[in-house]
């Protein structure tokens, strides 16, 4: 019989981020980006399966019900002091499931890498802010510090919509109310949740996804209305995440939007996670601060990324942090190294990551 609670100590003492557990083969860790097989376990069969499924499931109706009904089924887990995020899903009519371990403790925010821009920003009394990224860039981590610096500083109500809930916060200056969305959950969608914290006079509402044009109304809606809104999405760059956000509409409103998100949209924080020089991974901050010069951008009829991209790269001084000088600047502090940074940008840009690391190691040298 599979002993999970063999797997999963492993997995903390290890540092894993995840574990995969799949029908055919042994459980795998995820370490550092890379697969590794626990080699002491079996192989999981189907009988294996179907008794981590009873495992996790603990005899819950509302979650079987849902399993079965969407196949698929995200949740949260808590045993013995260790957190999990579950997500499990069907693979030839068999359970997988995909572990995330969440961390107890929530690294503090200067730690993180976090331009200090960021900071300042999410003291705004209204507006939208956005942390994006690709799966596993560390998006929830961000946000949840974000949380924690307005929670240790500032006096506010805060409503967060997650799903599940990771970093559970212990109210400190603010008022923080925690809400886990999905089917049978405290809110049944991110867009119904966010319509009723109009209702809950709150100052900031903290949306964990917003993956559709209704959330995105919500959001729009809720920043318009006085509040602070801050919200992830799943994309790879500042200027992509203008353009995912202007296409969840029709043509036909793209102009209105354009104007709306022009006035209310404060800053986006774009970040990957790479493999260093050392054995951990790095923060990559691409952060763009919504200017006179990015408003315009945005307004214009045809939204060109190129244009938002050289805003951001030739307006350092007003916060902007470009992808090409966090590289460069990781790898003047021998934190990644040269092939890392050019494997992050297409061909045509690795000239001018060159030549801004060559300006780095200049002013470096002239201070020394």
Do not use: W
């Not at 319509?195 to 100052?203: I, Q, V, Y």
């Amino acid at each position: 019989m599979v002993q999970i609670e063999k797997i999963l100590q492993e997995a903390k003492e290890r540092d894993a981020s995840d574990v995969h557990l799949i029908c055919g083969l042994k459980p795998m860790l995820r370490i550092i980006r890379q697969l590794v097989e626990i080699k002491s376990a079996d192989v999981l069969n189907e009988d294996d399966m179907n008794d981590i499924y009873d495992y996790f499931i603990r005899g819950n109706v509302d979650k079987d019900n849902i399993f079965n009904k969407t196949k698929k089924l995200d949740m949260s887990f808590e045993q013995d002091g260790l957190r999990l995020r579950v997500n499990v899903s069907y693979s030839n009519d068999v359970p997988t499931f995909t572990l995330r371990l969440v961390k107890n403790e929530l690294p503090n925010y200067e730690s993180l890498g976090i331009p200090d821009v960021v900071r300042s920003v999410i003291n705004q009394p209204q507006g939208l802010i956005l942390v994006t990224g690709k799966t596993n860039s560390g998006k929830t981590t961000t946000l949840n510090a974000l949380v924690n610096e307005i929670n240790e500083h500032s006096n506010k109500k805060i409503l967060t919509l997650e799903n599940p809930v990771e970093y559970r916060h212990t109210s400190k200056q603010s008022v923080i109310v925690q809400k886990e969305v999905g089917l049978g959950k405290d809110s049944l969608s991110y867009s119904d949740g966010v319509k009723n914290s109009l209702r809950e006079d709150c100052d900031i509402v903290v949306i964990g996804e917003i993956r559709d044009k209704e959330t995105m109304d919500a959001a729009i809606e809720t920043a318009e209305s006085g509040h602070l809104v801050i919200g992830t999405l799943h994309t790879k760059s500042c200027a992509e995440t203008l353009d995912r956000m202007i296409n969840f509409y029709d043509i036909r409103d793209q102009a209105s939007i354009k104007y709306l998100l022009a006035s209310l949209l404060k800053l986006v924080l774009s970040q990957r996670l790479i493999q260093g020089t050392g054995e951990g991974l790095v923060l990559v901050p691409e952060v763009m601060v919504v200017d006179n010069t990015v408003a315009g951008l945005i307004r214009k009829e045809k939204l060109a990324n190129a244009e938002i991209e050289d805003a951001i790269q030739s307006n350092q001084d007003k916060g902007n942090v470009s992808l090409i000088n966090s590289l460069a600047t990781l790898f003047v502090e021998d934190r990644v190294t040269l092939d890392q940074a050019k494997a992050q940008i297409d061909e045509k840009n690795v000239e001018i990551l060159n030549r801004t690391i060559m300006q780095m190691k200049i002013k470096k040298d002239k201070r020394f």
